[in-house]
C-alpha cells in the first residue's frame, strides 16, 4: 500500500526517460506524489495499492517534468535596447563591447541598483519563464565584478530561491569582462576574482557553481584555468562560456576539467567535442544569442549526436545578448535554428538541462524517487511545444508536489 498526498490522474505522460517509446510517453498515466517526491509513476491501469489525501484529474492533459533553464543572467539592473537598435544598425557585438558597452554598461546599472530592485526586476522577466513550465533557473552573477556587487547579484539569486516559487542554482561568473577601474592592471583583477571575490562568496553559502567567458575579447584559458583551479579547491563545480565568437579552446577546457557544461559553443572544433564526450560535458544551446547577435555558424550539432555529447537547451536570458524569458521560445528556437528534433529539444530543457547543473539525479524526469516538479500542458503531442512560438500552453506547475498558480 502506497500512502501518497496526491494522486495525478486521467493525463498523458512524456517521462522523458531515455529508452523505449519517444518522450518516454505513457499515453494514460497516472502519479502518486508523497512528501514532495514522486511515490509512484506509470499506466494508471498499472496503478499500485495506494491511499491518496487528494486525488487531481487532469482532462488528458499532457504532463512533462518542470522545464529547467540552466543558463541565464536573470539578475542585473537596467537594459540594453539602445544596444539592440546600434546592432540593428550595423554595429557588431565585439564593437560595441570595445567601446564601452556590452557587459560594462550593465555593470554601471546593476552597481547603481539595491538589492531590492535588482529583485523586483528579476520577478518580472522570471514570470516570463515560469509561465513557460520553467520550474528550476539557474542565475548568474557577473554584472558586478567588484565585491560588493557580485555578492548583491548572488544574494538577491537566493532570495529568488527563498520567495519566488522556484528552484534555484547559482553561478558565480566574475571572469565576464574586464571592469573600467582595472583596464590597467587586468592581472589584478583576475586576482580579485579568484582570490577575493570567489572565496567570500563561498564563504557564504551563495555559490553552487563557478563559471567564466573564455573568448579574446575576455578572458584567456589560462586565466580561466586559474578561476577553476580554485573552484576545484574549494569543491565548487565549473561550467563555461566557449567557443561563442571562435574557437579559442574553450570547450577543450571545459573537458579538462570535467566541467557541468560549456554554453554557445557554436565555432566547437571536432577536438573540442571529443573532449567535451570524454569528461561528460554537457553542450547547452543558446539559441536566443544566436538569434539576436544574428549569427551564421551553428553549434556542431551533428558532431554533439555522433560522439554522443549531451545537448540542453536555455534561454540566456539576459539584458545584451538575448533578451529571451520564455522556455518554450527557446526550445523552438533550438528546432528551428539548429534542426533540434522537438523530442532533442524538449530533453534538452529536462534531463539534460537537469545533467547540466549536477541535478540529474533529483529532476529533470518523471521517474519514482525524484522531486515531484511537474508541468502539465494543453496540448494534444509533445512536439506542440516546440510548433507554437508564443501561443500560451502551460495549465499548472507543481514544484516538490506543491502546485504553483491557478489552474488555467
Not at 579552446?249 to 557554436?266: F, K, M, N
Amino acid at each position: 500500500m502506497i500512502r501518497a498526498d496526491r494522486l495525478i490522474t486521467d493525463c498523458r505522460l512524456a517521462t522523458m526517460v531515455e529508452g523505449g517509446e519517444p518522450y518516454g510517453a505513457i499515453e494514460d498515466g497516472a502519479i502518486l506524489i508523497e512528501d514532495g517526491r514522486i511515490a509512484w509513476v506509470g499506466a494508471r491501469a498499472d496503478l499500485p495499492a495506494h491511499e491518496a489525501v487528494e486525488t487531481e484529474r487532469l482532462d488528458g492533459r499532457w504532463v512533462t517534468p518542470g522545464l529547467i533553464d540552466c543558463h541565464t543572467h536573470l539578475v542585473f539592473g537596467g537594459d540594453r535596447s539602445g544596444e539592440f537598435e546600434q546592432r540593428l544598425n550595423g554595429a557588431t557585438y565585439e564593437e560595441i563591447a570595445r567601446a564601452g558597452g556590452g557587459i560594462v554598461s550593465t555593470m554601471a546599472a546593476t552597481r547603481a541598483a539595491t538589492e531590492d530592485a535588482l529583485y523586483a526586476s528579476a520577478l518580472g522577466r522570471l514570470a516570463g519563464l515560469t509561465a513557460t513550465g520553467v520550474t528550476t533557473v539557474e542565475i548568474k552573477s557577473g554584472y558586478g565584478l567588484d565585491r560588493e556587487t557580485e555578492l548583491k547579484m548572488l544574494r538577491v539569486a537566493r532570495r529568488i530561491g527563498r520567495e519566488a516559487g522556484v528552484r534555484v542554482r547559482t553561478s558565480y561568473l566574475g571572469l565576464h569582462a574586464v571592469p573600467p577601474e582595472w583596464k590597467a592592471d587586468r592581472g589584478g583583477y583576475v586576482d580579485l576574482a579568484v582570490d577575493g571575490i570567489l572565496p567570500a562568496a563561498h564563504a557564504d553559502g551563495l555559490v553552487d557553481a563557478v563559471d567564466a567567458y573564455c573568448e579574446p575579447i575576455a578572458f584567456s584559458t589560462e586565466e580561466v584555468g586559474r578561476l577553476f583551479d580554485r573552484a576545484r579547491a574549494l569543491g565548487l563545480p565549473v561550467k563555461l562560456h566557449a567557443d561563442q565568437l571562435s574557437d579559442g579552446g574553450g570547450a577543450a577546457l571545459a573537458g579538462r576539467y570535467g566541467a557541468l557544461s560549456a554554453d554557445h559553443v557554436e565555432h566547437t572544433s571536432e577536438a573540442g567535442v571529443r573532449a567535451m564526450a570524454e569528461a561528460g560535458v554537457v553542450a547547452v544551446l543558446l539559441p536566443g544569442a544566436y538569434l539576436m547577435l544574428r549569427e551564421t555558424t551553428p553549434p556542431p550539432i551533428d558532431l554533439f549526436r555522433r560522439h554522443g555529447v549531451a545537448m540542453a537547451v536555455a534561454t540566456d536570458c539576459n539584458p545584451g545578448t538575448s533578451p529571451v524569458a520564455s522556455m518554450t521560445a527557446a526550445i523552438s528556437l533550438a528546432c528551428v535554428q539548429f534542426r533540434l528534433t522537438p523530442e532533442e529539444a524538449l530533453a534538452g530543457a529536462t534531463r539534460r538541462a537537469a545533467k547540466a547543473l549536477g541535478l540529474g539525479g533529483e529532476i529533470g524526469t518523471l521517474e519514482a524517487g525524484k522531486a515531484a516538479d511537474l508541468a502539465a500542458w494543453d496540448i494534444e503531442r509533445p512536439a506542440e511545444l516546440a510548433y507554437w512560438l508564443g501561443k500560451p500552453l502551460l495549465a499548472r506547475t507543481w514544484i516538490a508536489g506543491r502546485a504553483t498558480g491557478s489552474p488555467r
